[in-house]
């Protein structure tokens, strides 16, 4: 099956700062890539995705970029906040399977 | 809309016991998903559904059971608890494959 692996497991950063969130596929045939936010005590709730035919997508200050070559997506944040602290997950999936596969999740801290 | 609802939020059980986590998603998805998250991980798929009567297996399934009899209604059942199984579960739903799924509050299982 799939495999993701997300790197760094902690980030911590300045208010106003620029955060970066990277991950790896390992099965070439994932073809939707989303990012989840999960804050404490709640479940995770979708804050972007990317299809496998589009090389960037943008939403505000968060950005999302696919490299399908070299199998990696990362996640922008710029001018970070305070509230943007949380736990980030990426994941992966094929049409085929109705499978996600999640990476194992980026503490975010931004400090005021 | 109340989305995705879990029950319950918290539950103590014994080695060997057996219990049902209950969800339930007012949305109409077809597709809906249970997952596993340990401490400092991300999450792991262990049965989903895409659509009443149509159950799979996930990455880790041993231990639980589902059924599906209705759109909106998907329980996870455990029987003969073992402490491997302490974990925070999620149930999820999503209108088709790879697309947004949507989460619960979660459930937080200890088995001592």
């Known amino acids: 099956g799939e495999n993701v692996e997300q790197h760094p497991s902690t980030l911590s950063v300045q208010e106003g700062d620029s955060a970066v969130i990277k991950c790896t596929y390992s099965?070439?045939?994932?073809?939707?890539f989303p990012w989840y936010k999960q804050e404490l005590g709640k479940g995770p709730q979708l804050i972007i995705d990317?299809?496998?035919?589009?090389g960037e997508k943008k939403d505000q200050r968060i950005a999302v970029t696919l490299n399908k070559t070299a199998k990696h997506f990362s996640l922008h944040i710029t001018e970070t906040q305070p509230e943007d602290s949380a736990v980030y997950f990426c994941?992966?999936?094929?049409?085929?399977?109705?499978?996600?596969?999640f990476g194992s999740g980026t503490k975010l801290n931004v400090k005021p | 809309n109340a989305g995705v609802t879990q029950t319950p939020k918290f539950r103590i059980l014994k080695i060997g016991q057996s219990m049902t986590l209950q969800c339930t998603q007012d949305?109409?998805?077809?597709?809906m998903y249970w997952y596993r998250q340990d401490p400092g991980m991300g999450l792991k798929l262990i049965y989903y559904?895409?659509?009443?009567?149509?159950?799979d297996k996930g990455e880790v399934p041993n231990g639980y059971n589902v059924s599906r009899s209705t759109t909106e209604d998907f329980p996870l059942r455990l029987e003969l608890a073992a402490p491997s199984q302490t974990s925070v579960y999620f149930c999820?739903?999503?209108?088709?494959?790879?697309?947004?799924?949507?989460f619960g509050p979660g459930t937080r299982l200890t088995v001592t």
């Open positions: 999820a739903s999503s209108l088709e494959t790879n697309y947004e799924q949507y």
């Open positions: 099965d070439s045939a994932s073809n939707y």
């Open positions: 990317i299809r496998s035919n589009v």
């Open positions: 994941a992966a999936s094929t049409s085929n399977f109705n499978k996600f596969y």
């Open positions: 949305m109409n998805h077809n597709y």
């Open positions: 559904s895409v659509g009443a009567g149509i159950t």
